[in-house]
């Protein structure tokens, strides 16, 4: 509108100018006609510039609108996943090497109910030794098949109430309600979800926790004859506590201290919850010691219970500008009878694998004796998923782009380190297990 006012102004000079100077009046005439021919443009402008702001304005209602019948529940849902490709390649001693290449995918939703309460719920893909049945220390599925379909199954469902900032009430299938060591020493696979009750406490640098796991629901046995012994309903549970703290040393660092004590249930004289595998724990052939399932007696069972103490110490700072940590891990089963009932593990890591050309390395060492520890829970990578072995990791991590990771981790182990392999005719101890582990990551 000004440049209107303006180009008016102008021509009403020129054509003053043209009176008094007649000797111009053909620059004047050239001069007023394109004075002209400017408010025209300036005119269509103006019109067209009306109608856009009629058209944003129509677009803004409908906007809204669209956002008043969708409600405002849809900002409850944040929607999250991740897909990882893997080459892995295993080698044990006296067994032929493998290579294979797997996949995992992981997606799910966390919902704000209101603001205590949440939930959320993920599926994951995973290999099914039975129907129904998945693997539940492993998300990984093996491209093989013929290109057949893969499995998704519930990875996570779990209801978290929490009515203030200290105290938190989780029920369900949920993540672990233990703090572990950020590396991991290979005590819990980090792909199982426990499923159960837990509450947390979290005040300052004091956290704390209490946990009640099923591992397996048994209906009541069927003895053949009345002078056999009925062992009535006897679910297979953990229950356990945790208790640390978080001490502040310095500016940049922080030293983590924490002790649990895990006790599990009906595990001695019982037989194993999943794919009636042991994963290296001491078991007990003699039938007569074992308890009935269903109207039989189970042929093999646990030799030994699990009241399993852990305690381990971490300690953060920071190193030519990256992240560093050191940890200590100790476990103890008070119930082995064997003295084999010892595990431990140490490491570091240097860096950070996460914004764009940041990265990570580590190194491992653990060392899981035949029952130290509940073998359905520990790491399945690591010593073939069993007990009964220890050696070191190298980990290494490199973020190239956002969202994006590259992983390498190689698995330089021992197995049947307590008790011997029978390779044929022959007793094996320390038998050298290796796997090479190369990973691409995408997070959304």
């Not at 994951?124 to 093996?142: F, L, M």
């Not at 209906?219 to 297979?236: D, R, V, W, Y």
């Not at 646990?302 to 305690?311: D, H, K, L, R």
């Not at 390498?408 to 390779?423: Q, S």
Request: aromatic share 12%; net charge neutral; with cysteine.
């Amino acid at each position: 509108m000004n440049t209107r006012i303006t180009a008016t102004a102008l021509a009403s000079i020129l054509a003053l100018a043209g009176s008094i100077a007649p000797a111009f009046a053909d620059e004047t005439s050239e001069l007023k006609a394109a004075v002209q021919a400017l408010q025209k443009r300036l005119d269509q402008l103006e019109s067209k510039a009306k109608e856009a702001e009629d058209t944003d304005d129509r677009q803004t209602d409908q906007i809204a609108k669209v956002r008043a019948n969708v409600g405002s529940w849809v900002g409850n849902f944040t929607w999250k996943g991740d897909f990882r490709y893997r080459n892995e390649t295993i080698d044990q001693q006296y067994v032929a090497s493998r290579n294979r290449d797997r996949i995992r995918v992981r997606t799910g939703f966390v919902a704000k109910v209101n603001d205590t309460v949440k939930t959320e719920v993920q599926l994951s893909t995973s290999e099914a030794a039975a129907v129904g049945a998945a693997d539940p220390r492993s998300s990984n599925q093996t491209l093989t098949g013929e290109n057949t379909r893969k499995g998704l199954y519930v990875d996570l469902a779990y209801v978290e109430w929490q009515p203030s900032a200290d105290w938190k009430f989780t029920g369900g299938k949920m993540k672990y309600p233990w703090v572990r060591p950020a590396a991991n020493g290979y005590f819990f696979d980090n792909d199982v979800n426990p499923e159960g009750l837990a509450v947390n406490f979290n005040h300052g640098g004091l956290f704390a926790s209490t946990f009640y796991n099923i591992l397996e629901e048994r209906g009541p046995n069927s003895p053949t004859s009345l002078t056999s012994t009925k062992i009535g309903n006897a679910e297979t549970t953990m229950a356990g506590a945790q208790v640390g703290y978080k001490f502040n040393v310095g500016s940049e660092s922080k030293l983590t201290l924490a002790t649990s004590y895990f006790s599990l249930n009906s595990v001695k004289g019982w037989n194993s919850v999943y794919n009636a595998g042991y994963n290296g724990n001491t078991t007990d052939p003699v039938a007569t010691n074992c308890h009935f399932l269903g109207s039989a007696r189970v042929s093999n069972c646990y030799a030994y219970g699990y009241q399993v103490w852990e305690a381990f110490g971490e300690f953060t700072t920071t190193l030519a500008n990256r992240p560093v940590a050191l940890y200590v891990d100790y476990a103890h089963n008070s119930e082995a009878k064997n003295g084999l009932d010892t595990a431990y593990s140490l490491g570091a890591t240097y860096g950070k694998a996460s914004d764009p050309g940041t990265w990570e390395v580590g190194y491992i060492w653990t060392q899981i004796q035949k029952d130290a520890l509940y073998a359905q829970y520990i790491d399945s990578d690591f010593g073939a998923g069993n007990s009964d072995s220890e050696g070191g990791v190298v980990k290494a991590a490199y973020a190239p782009a956002k969202n994006w990771t590259v992983n390498g981790t190689y698995f330089l182990n021992k197995t049947n380190i307590d008790k011997a392999a029978t390779i044929g005719s022959s007793s094996v101890f320390n038998r050298d297990y290796k796997r090479l582990q190369l990973d691409l990551n995408f997070k959304f």
